[in-house]
């Protein structure tokens, strides 16, 4: 087991990891910006280094300055959290040419998933449903036509360096195909540094169902059950939830199971998310493998009892993994609020700034992951969510009435959050009726 790891990322993840560390007698090393500066979670790791300004392309996205403070911390390891150098292939070769072990896939295995074409092709070859789309890359108007004729508009152009909502158009007819095909590829090369494509038949208004996923060095991989995240709004979830209300019995076990294979096809190793959507009869279709622990890792844990972050590390450090997928039980619901700084009442802006009181709430069934605190300032430079409430029942009933209950304790002044977003959305009765898709928020909630 490692001694002593180096943290990559900041705020509530940073925290989480080192709280993990802790049980695990490990000593953590972190880093943070001049706008991070004497952040009261800071103190809670054995060491800190400043890695730069508060911009992030300047600071915790600055790979030099991250490996300098691991060589100087004299780490083994490294966790990258979420965002930032998570999902960065360059970074995790970097880290390995250091002997730095990168706790998640190798570079390889995340090159390979994380480019979307090529993790389609494996996903098809492990028999996983796919999108109906282009068999491969799309590279002329001609090749565009004649797919979007075999699958039928509209259709949706995707990058394959592209990834959670960036890079895609909607096409409903030949010649809108045509054009949109070209600024698609000029907008991925210029996004992206690529500017391949592909096709996909536009499934509409589709629930957003995940599927957890951990694999070990010694073969073995097991999922742990799906999450929903169809409460979102551009691209940004709200709300998650485990087990999911859009798919049936037979479906879970055919997706989960679908997610399982293909990260064990794919050798791949740590913790990934496999997304599918899911159409309004019910299938179900691989859109993309985030390899990474993501933000909403909580609702997982909670259902299963297995802390994802200590899997994580063990993982890291050669361990197999402790259970095998009959052990993997998905008990009760649970549910989680991503509480932003934001101003639901203006378009979401951002609303950073001191929080002058900050009460969380606590009891049976209710956790809570922040690392803000009465006094804390939200620097305006990063992710504007300041916490994650979490809640654990037996039913989905009750873990609803446990999270208005809760949401009704919190207290946030100073600031403003998209607390009274989430009161809003779990009184409605679409939400209670588990009548839930992509499009809900912005269909039910409008505040352009
Ligand atoms: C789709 C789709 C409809 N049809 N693919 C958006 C994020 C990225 N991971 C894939 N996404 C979608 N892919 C086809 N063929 C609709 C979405 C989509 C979406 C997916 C998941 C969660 C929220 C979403 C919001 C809008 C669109």
């Known amino acids: 087991m490692f001694q002593r790891i180096l943290i990559a990322n900041r705020g509530e993840i940073a925290l989480r990891i080192i709280r993990a560390c802790r049980e695990l007698g ?8 001049e706008a991070d500066r004497g952040a009261n979670y800071l103190s809670l790791a054995d060491e800190a280094y400043c890695v730069g300004p508060a911009k992030p392309s300047d600071s915790y996205l600055r790979i030099a300055n991250v490996i300098s403070a691991a060589e100087v911390g004299n780490v083994q390891a490294i966790h990258p959290g979420y965002g930032f150098l998570a999902e960065n292939a360059h970074f995790n070769e ?8 990168f706790i998640g896939p190798s570079p390889e295995a995340m090159a390979a998933l994380g480019d979307k074409d090529s ?8 028999g996983v449903p796919v999108v109906p789309g282009s068999e491969g890359l799309i590279t002329n108007p001609d090749e565009a036509v004649k797919f979007a004729h075999d699958v039928g508009f509209p259709v949706l152009i995707k990058a394959t360096a592209g990834g959670g909502g960036r890079g895609m158009r909607v096409a409903a007819n030949d010649l809108a195909l045509k054009s949109a095909l070209q600024q698609a590829q000029a907008e991925a090369e210029a996004a992206f540094g690529n500017g391949a494509v592909y096709l996909e038949k536009y499934i509409e208004q589709p629930r957003h169902v995940e599927v957890q996923v951990i694999a070990d060095h010694h073969g073995n991989a097991v999922h742990l059950w799906e999450r929903d995240c169809s409460v979102q709004r551009r691209h940004q979830k709200l709300i998650e939830e485990s087990p999911s209300t859009s798919i049936t019995p037979e479906t879970r076990k055919a997706m989960c199971e679908s997610a399982r294979r293909l990260i064990q096809a794919s050798n791949y190793t740590n913790a990934a998310t496999v997304e599918f959507i899911v159409d309004r009869d019910g299938n179900y279709y691989f859109i993309e493998v ?20 200590k899997q994580q590390i063990r993982i890291a450090s050669g361990e197999p993994l402790p259970f095998k997928q009959e052990d993997i039980v998905q008990r009760g619901a649970a549910i989680e609020c991503r509480i932003n700084a934001e101003d639901p009442q203006r378009k979401f802006q951002p609303s950073p700034g001191t929080i002058e009181r900050l009460i969380a709430p606590g009891g049976f069934g209710v956790r809570w992951d922040s690392h803000a605190h009465s006094g804390y300032v ?5 992710d504007s969510m300041i916490g994650k409430l979490i809640v654990h029942q037996p039913t989905r009933e009750q873990a609803v009435r446990t999270m208005l209950r809760a949401l009704a304790e919190m207290r946030v002044e100073g600031i403003k959050t998209v607390i009274p977003l989430h009161q809003e959305i779990l009184s409605h009765s679409a939400f209670a009726d588990g009548r839930i898709d992509t499009t809900f928020v912005e269909r039910t909630f409008v505040s352009e």
């Open 119 to 126: 993790a389609r092709k494996m996903a098809r070859k492990a």
């Open 26 to 33: 490990i000593e953590t090393v972190a880093i943070f910006s």
């Open 94 to 101: 970097i880290c390995r040419s250091c002997n730095i072990d």
């Open 290 to 309: 985030n390899a990474r622990i993501q933000v909403e890792h909580p609702v997982t844990e909670m259902v299963t009892g297995i802390d994802l972050i």
């Open 378 to 382: 939200v620097p305006p430079y990063y």
